[in-house]
Structure formats: C-alpha cells, structure tokens
C-alpha cells in the first residue's frame, strides 16, 4: 500500500513563500493539486520518477518550482510570490503509470495524500 504524507502548509502573507514537501513510500511520477472551497481540484505541477519532466499549472508558471529527492522519497513544492488565491488545501498524488513523465490529470493518479491547508492573507 502506498502512503502520501504532506507537510509544510500554513499561514504566510501574500508575497511570501511556502515549501511543501510529500513523503511517499514508492517511486513514482507525483503530482501537487489543490482544491480551494467550492471550487474543483486543479492540478498546480507534477515530477516523473527521475525527476525531469516537471509540469506547472498555467496560474503557477514562474513562482512555483518543484523537485525531487529520490535517496528520501520525497517531492517538494516551492511557492513563492503567493497570493491569496493560491489559499486552498493541496494534496500530493502519486502514480505508475508513467514511465519518465506525469500528467496534470486528477484522474490519472491512483494514490492520494490526505492534504495540507496553504493560506495567504495578510
């Protein structure tokens, strides 16, 4: 059975920075996701298992930066310039379908985290 574990999450004022980190307990392509209140689960950006490939969602292009450390089975997510609308619960997925590459598709990954709140105000 795989396990997802997020950290990082908080509390940080517009402009700042957050760096979210996922345990997990295979090597495979992961995905960040989040879903703010009352709207759908959007994909932010996604590592394959080597590490190359990364993608970004359109709204994270420039500010968000994500890797990997495959000796600690874990994928970070660095946000930087945040701002409010970036507020919302993000999630880890993880998935083998893919052999060096990964897809901003929720339906894609068969694993999930049970999430982490990011929350930007002032």
């Known amino acids: 059975q795989v396990q997802l574990v997020e950290s990082g999450g908080g509390l940080v004022q517009p402009g700042g920075s957050l760096r979210l980190s996922c345990a997990a307990s295979?090597?495979?392509?992961v995905g960040w996701f989040r879903q703010a209140p009352g709207k759908e689960r959007e994909g932010v950006s996604c590592?394959?298992?080597?590490?190359?490939?990364?993608n970004y969602g359109d709204s994270v292009k420039g500010r968000f930066t994500i890797s990997r450390d495959n000796s600690k089975n874990t994928v970070y997510l660095q946000m930087d310039s945040l701002k409010p609308e970036d507020t919302a619960v993000y999630y880890c997925?993880?998935?083998?379908?893919?052999?060096?590459?990964?897809?901003?598709?929720?339906?894609?990954?068969?694993?999930w985290g049970q999430g982490t709140q990011v929350t930007v105000s002032s």
């Open positions: 997925a993880a998935t083998a379908i893919f052999a060096n590459r990964c897809t901003l598709r929720r339906g894609d990954y068969v694993y």
């Open positions: 295979g090597l495979m392509s």
């Open positions: 590592i394959s298992r080597s590490g190359g490939s990364p």
